[in-house]
């Protein structure tokens, strides 16, 4: 399953490109099969846009369904691994009907460029939240001076803890 994710994160887009018929993509051996096989990435796209236009079209249609089209705003926040895919955001956009934009993690001095990514998101603004015991998860501009997070960092508080926790295991 591991090779299968990695596959799509290296190759796969929600864009046909004009070479996709003449670049190869390594495919790892499944069932029968007893050697690496290549395909071309046309194929690769061809997967990865079908799932990710069906995840939309199911978005849009449960929002529909809970009458919260009015109340969803005029834009789509795409968080998680999907997010850095190749074209996701304009196949959001035209399944949606909306504008789209991809979260990264903010209000945080000091993360890493691993955790900087869409994929912490989401985590990064709940342990914000949990530790700064406000309304909002994103409380104002990010503090791009440090302080801060130095005056955190030394007082050895659980926001703290857990970043550096983040930093050490991703």
């Known amino acids: ?14 864009l046909h490109g004009a ?3 003449f670049v190869s993509v390594p495919c790892p051996p499944i069932a029968a099969q007893d050697e690496l096989h290549h395909e071309p990435r046309s194929v690769v796209t061809k997967i990865v846009r079908s799932r990710m236009e ?12 809970a009458g919260l089209e009015n109340y969803s705003g005029r834009q789509i926040v795409l968080t998680g691994g999907g997010a850095r895919l190749n074209g996701v955001r304009e196949l959001a956009e035209l399944v949606l009907s909306k504008r789209v934009r991809i979260g990264q993690p ?9 955790l900087g990514q869409p994929d912490f998101a989401v985590a990064t603004g709940l ?15 990010p ?9 955190q960092r030394y007082s050895g508080n659980a926001l703290g803890r857990s970043l ?3 930093r050490e295991n991703f």
């Open 127 to 141: 342990l914000k939240q949990a530790f700064e015991h406000t309304d909002e998860a994103i409380d104002g501009p």
């Open 54 to 65: 069906e995840t939309f079209e199911l978005l849009r249609d449960r929002i529909y369904k």
């Open 106 to 114: 903010h209000g945080v001095f000091g993360l890493s460029d691993v």
């Open 164 to 166: 550096q926790w983040l």
């Open 19 to 21: 070479d996709d018929e």
């Open 143 to 151: 503090d791009l001076s440090g302080r801060a997070y130095r005056e």
């Open 1 to 14: 399953m591991r090779r299968l994710e990695r596959i799509k994160t290296i190759y796969g887009s929600c």
